[in-house]
């Protein structure tokens, strides 16, 4: 990190830029310093880096060393998102999936980011686009697609989709009923905290359902 921010920013890479910018938001190895950070998150942004575009996404949303600009932060969220960034393109579509904080609701754009960031397996997304399968929210229903969206998220440890797919396995919709792997993925939803798992963990062990009563 020393050889990162000892380097002149005019001979950096849009990926050191980012690195010293980090360093100086977060004041490791140097003083903090958001101003610093700004001006070299910027200087990367300028060139394409996706990472500084979501972190000037992110301060111009908290209004961190600037003042709250919404439109500035949609902006580079979009810019990240284009970018091909994964957290960006969740992000996205999130907002457009509540309509919040920037202010445009669009189920359908909210569906097509999240199926961006799913495809380069972000969990979040993921679980988005099962459950989106699940409801019929923006498409068609399909209970089958929303358990493979919900099983890949759910392997990366995502306690939301252990949990969906825990109900999914118990009643036996878009998977053949399984009390077994339902106990499983309600028990890994339960250890990490998630109390409706803990809640119908406990009801399975009243009523010896996939376990010893």
């Known amino acids: 990190m020393s050889d990162i921010l000892s380097k002149d920013p005019r001979?950096?890479?849009?990926?050191?830029?980012?690195q010293q910018a980090e360093a100086y938001y977060s004041g490791v190895g140097v003083n903090k310093d958001i101003k610093k950070a700004?001006?070299?998150w910027h200087l990367s942004?300028?060139?394409g880096y996706a990472k500084a575009q979501f972190w000037l996404y992110m301060?111009?949303?908290k209004g961190e060393g600037v003042s709250v600009d919404l439109k500035e932060s949609l902006k580079w969220l979009i810019k990240a998102a284009r970018g091909g960034l994964a957290p960006a393109q969740?992000?996205?579509?999130?907002?457009?999936?509540i309509g919040?904080?920037?202010?445009e609701k669009d189920t359908v754009k909210a569906f097509e980011w999240y199926t961006k960031?799913?495809?380069?397996?972000?969990?979040?997304a993921q679980t988005v686009i099962g459950t989106s399968y699940w409801i019929g929210n923006g498409i068609r229903q399909d209970p089958v697609q929303a358990v493979q969206y919900w099983t890949l998220a759910a392997d990366q440890g995502f306690e939301q989709a252990q949990y969906n797919l825990s109900l999914a396995y118990y009643h036996g919709q878009g998977v053949k009923q399984d009390l077994a792997t339902a106990i499983k993925y309600c028990r890994l939803a339960a250890d990490q905290g998630n109390p409706e798992a803990q809640y119908n963990l406990s009801m399975a062990y009243i009523?010896?359902?996939?376990?010893k009563k």
């Not at 001979?11 to 980012?18: Q, R």
């Not at 960031?117 to 979040?124: E, M, S, Y």
């Open 207 to 211: 009523k010896g359902e996939g376990v």
């Open 100 to 103: 919040e904080p920037f202010g």
């Open 11 to 18: 001979l950096a890479s849009p990926a050191e830029l980012n």
């Open 38 to 40: 700004l001006e070299l």
């Open 59 to 61: 301060v111009y949303l």
């Open 45 to 47: 942004a300028n060139q």
């Open 117 to 124: 960031a799913a495809a380069q397996g972000l969990p979040a």
């Open 90 to 97: 969740g992000a996205l579509g999130t907002y457009y999936n």
